[in-house]
Structures are given as C-alpha cells and as structure tokens.
C-alpha cells in the first residue's frame, strides 16, 4: 500500500486544507452556502479522511489520535497568541508537516486571532483584553473593601458576625482570589500573546501596508 503525503493549500479565510484529503471536492466547492460551510468545516479534519481509515496517510492513525488528544485537552497545542483551544486540527496537522518536511516553523493560532491579526486588529483587541481584566481585579478589590467596610460600620452584635458574616466572609475572599486568579492569567496569556504578535507578525504587517 502506498504512503499518501499531504498537500497543503490555505483558503482565503486561513484555513489549512489537505488536497489529498479524501473529501478534498466537497472542501472546496464554491457554491457552498452559510450552514453548508459549517457543515464542511466539522468534516474538515483527518479523522474523516480516508486515508486515516485505511492508515497509509504520512501522519499514523495513531499519531492521529494522539494529536487529538493532545489538541481536546490542550496539552501541546494551543493558540501562540491567546492560549486557546485550537479548533482546526488540520492547523496542528500542517505545522508538524511543514517543521519535519521543510524545517520550518508555522505559528500554530486560533481562527479567532488569525482573523484579528488579518484584519489588523490584533494589538487592538489585546489592548483591550488587558484593559478588562485589569478592571476585572480591580473591581473584585474594591467591592471586598466596600464589603468589609460596611459590616465594620455596622456594628452588628458579635453573634451575627461569627454566625453569618464569618463565614460569608471567608466565601467572599475565597471568590476574589479566584477572580484574581483566572484574570491574572488571562492577562499572562495576553502578554505572551502581545509579545509572540510583535516578533512574528509585525513586521509583516508594516511590510505589506
Ligand atoms: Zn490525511
Ligand atoms: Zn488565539
């Protein structure tokens, strides 16, 4: 049996297609309408390729399944420039391609950021991120204070406080934190994300203005 190599060729709005995808005819018919191109996009992936049926794709079943995996939970793949999920596994698929045939390197992004960073509106959007989740910790800061400070002011017997307030108190910091938490780390990511789009792609953006 032979070994099929993909071909790759990208759409106009970034999505990776393999051309000897199995269904590679109904992936690029024209005349596709909204829900049509929906419906595409989910096939859009090996696992409905016939090759990965009869395994004598150059990417293994197996190797497959492990992406994946890898792809649903996160692990090794996510977005360069948010973190997140990638949807598309072909994107996955066409990086490690174009690393181990042509020893370069693809960044691996979201759809959501590809059309940000196409529409340059990446530095923009990530400016604005940054903004809500810092007003995000900001504001959790400043209600707990407001919080404290009215069952400070008042003055209630000491009963309710170790009864009511004690307790809602601990639950109240415990959800600050978290808040805190989860906004620090999206800020993290958009940090990264604002400092990976600076060296890999402004540059191109100031080319080809
Ligand atoms: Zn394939
Ligand atoms: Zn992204």
């Known amino acids: ?111 959501e950021c590809y059309e940000k960073i196409e529409a340059k509106e990446f530095k923009r959007y990530s400016k604005l991120k940054l903004d809500v989740f810092l007003l995000n910790i900001v504001a959790c800061i400043y209600l707990l204070g407001l919080y404290f400070y009215f069952i400070v002011v008042l003055n209630l017997p000491l009963i309710v406080y170790l009864a009511i307030l004690l307790p809602v108190s601990i639950a109240l910091i415990l959800l600050t934190l978290y808040i805190v938490y989860l906004s620090a780390k999206r800020i993290r990511y958009a940090l990264k994300g604002l400092k990976y789009y600076k060296k890999y792609f402004q540059d191109q953006e100031k080319k080809k203005v």
Do not use: A, W
């Open 1 to 111: 049996m032979d070994r099929i190599d993909p071909s790759f060729e990208i759409d106009g709005i970034g999505r990776v297609i393999c051309k000897n995808h199995t269904k590679y005819l109904q992936f690029i018919d024209p005349d596709k309408d909204y829900f049509q191109d929906l419906y595409m996009e989910k096939k859009l992936t090996c696992l409905e390729c016939g090759h990965y049926e009869i395994d004598n794709c150059y990417f293994s079943k197996s190797r497959i399944d492990t992406i994946e995996q890898q792809r649903e939970k996160r692990k090794r793949y996510r977005c360069r420039t948010c973190g997140k999920k990638i949807d598309r596994m072909l994107s996955i698929i066409y990086k490690l391609f174009c690393k181990e045939f042509y020893d370069i390197e693809i960044p691996l992004i979201c759809c």
